[in-house]
């Protein structure tokens, strides 16, 4: 039998005595008023199930999210990250598509984006970066290079998942079926797990009634990962200051609703998931060629001559080996085409490996390995020795909400060991066979630790 939460003495946890003072105030905001006050006007909501999957699933994309967003025509968007976070534009998890994709449209609907993650989950924050410290300082490369290799076949497994499952559909997936078998999915994990995910779907709650009591917007569409989904909108229905409306009274979505909603940033996010994703190179299977054509097409017609269409096209000949098409193409991008230096938004960049800011960085890259492939090394090292003329920032890009990556110790690798073996070693993985070299990043906000729970994170030595 699992020990019910908060058993532990508030003497030797005084962080879990907090949490527990947390999800009673929650509680009690959860209820609300006995009846409410006679001027308020209740704020509808809708909630929104996200996949985490938008560039990888052909029936619930980046354009679906946006065309649902367009319909439903809410004048603010709650997305899982903190609050503070999401004021100085920074995103906890950056490798997840929402948030960019609701950021994008946003912009142009004039509608506020608000944070409604709680921070109870800080302090497991810090403890992967200490495990992180540990990797990095005590472990060979040789050992670090096979966890990396155990880590991308674990994702290139869920990414195959996410490609081949037609189920993913956006309206399924908030259908009475689609919220019934979520429902069911949690019984998969651990009581532990299974206690937390009931935690964190009252966090999630109650950081959307306080947005709704600060900024009370009229209309308010709140996406979610699906888990919190069902849980999260039955909690908010019982508030009596928030009509939840149904999200099936949106979908399905038309065809004519879709082509209207399409936005060139939806191209770029596909096509940078099953081009340029590491897991798409090391699980080639992964990729989705027809949708990548698709995109390709909108993109060219979009804008022909812009640096993410020659770009783009230009990695799509890569990997059938014309390699003077690829080349071409890559070069009117590093001689600067039209937004060749526009700097990627971190969702964008950050799911591309390496990570690159822009779109003639990328093609640099793109260059000196075409080049190393072809076996003109010489080349490639100059072009490499180009990357390394970066500003330090761009050269250690904070990749993830506790790690960065050390650009200059891998382009380093590849001038020390190019490329040999023809397209068949680029085509299994650009740098399966490097290891990684990562280190901890800053925290974005230094002081959200201290107000979230006091911790801090140990020196690499601490054991």
């Not at 532990?192 to 950081?207: E, S």
């Not at 009634?209 to 999260?232: E, F, K, N, Q, W």
């Not at 699980?283 to 017609?301: F, G, I, K, S």
């Not at 804008?303 to 080996?321: E, I, N, Q």
């Amino acid at each position: 039998m699992p020990k019910p939460p908060y058993t532990v003495p508030w003497t030797e946890d005084p962080l879990r005595l907090k949490r527990l003072l947390a999800h009673v105030v929650g509680a009690f905001l959860l209820l609300g008023p006995s009846a409410p006050p006679a001027a308020a006007q209740a704020t509808e909501i809708v909630v929104i199930a996200g996949n985490h999957g938008l560039p990888l699933t052909t029936g619930y994309g980046p354009t679906e999210l946006r065309a649902l967003l367009r319909k439903i025509a809410p004048d603010a968007v709650g997305v899982e990250n903190f609050p503070e976070w999401q004021e100085a534009g920074v995103q906890f998890h950056p490798w997840l598509p929402e948030p960019a994709v609701v950021m994008s449209w946003a912009e142009r609907a004039a509608a506020q984006v608000h944070g409604v993650k709680n921070g109870d989950n800080v302090p497991g924050w810090q403890r992967q970066a200490l495990d992180l410290h540990r990797l990095r300082d005590s472990t060979s490369a040789a050992h670090r290079a096979q966890r990396y290799r155990n880590e991308l076949r674990r994702l290139a497994s869920g990414q195959a998942r996410m490609v081949f499952e037609h189920d993913e559909d956006i309206a399924w997936l908030h259908s009475a079926e689609g919220v019934s078998r979520r429902a069911r999915g949690r019984e998969r994990y651990t009581q532990d797990q299974q206690n937390w995910m009931r935690a964190q779907d009252d966090t999630i709650a109650l950081g959307i009634i306080t947005l709704v009591r600060t900024h009370r917007p009229r209309r308010l569409a709140v996406i979610m990962g699906s888990d919190h989904y069902c849980p999260t909108s039955t909690r908010l229905a019982n508030h009596p200051n928030i009509r939840v409306l149904s999200t099936e009274d949106y979908l399905p979505l038309t065809p004519a609703e879709l082509r209207e909603a399409w936005d060139p940033f939806d191209a770029e996010m596909i096509l940078g998931a099953n081009l340029d994703h590491p897991v798409a190179r090391a699980a080639p299977h992964t990729r989705d060629h027809a949708r990548t054509r698709a995109e390709l097409d909108r993109l060219a017609a979009y804008a022909p001559d812009s640096a993410p269409t020659l770009y783009h096209l230009g990695r799509w000949h890569m990997l059938f080996d014309r390699w003077p098409q690829a080349e071409s193409l890559l070069v009117r991008v590093r001689s600067g085409a039209p937004g060749a230096d526009a700097r990627l938004p971190i969702a964008l960049f950050v799911t591309r490996s390496p990570p690159l800011p822009t779109y003639r960085t990328l093609a640099t890259f793109a260059l000196a390995t075409l080049h190393d492939l072809k076996g003109e090394h010489d080349t490639a090292r100059r072009l490499y020795e180009e990357l390394l003329a970066q500003s330090p920032a761009d050269l250690k890009p904070r990749t993830g909400e506790t790690t960065a990556f050390d650009m200059r110790a891998y382009v380093d690798s590849l001038i020390a060991s190019p490329y040999v073996g023809g397209p068949q070693e680029y085509g299994r993985m650009l740098d399966a066979r490097r290891p990684l070299f990562w280190r901890d990043a800053p925290e974005p906000i230094p002081d959200l630790a201290a107000r979230r729970g006091g911790l801090t994170i140990p020196p690499p030595d601490s054991r």
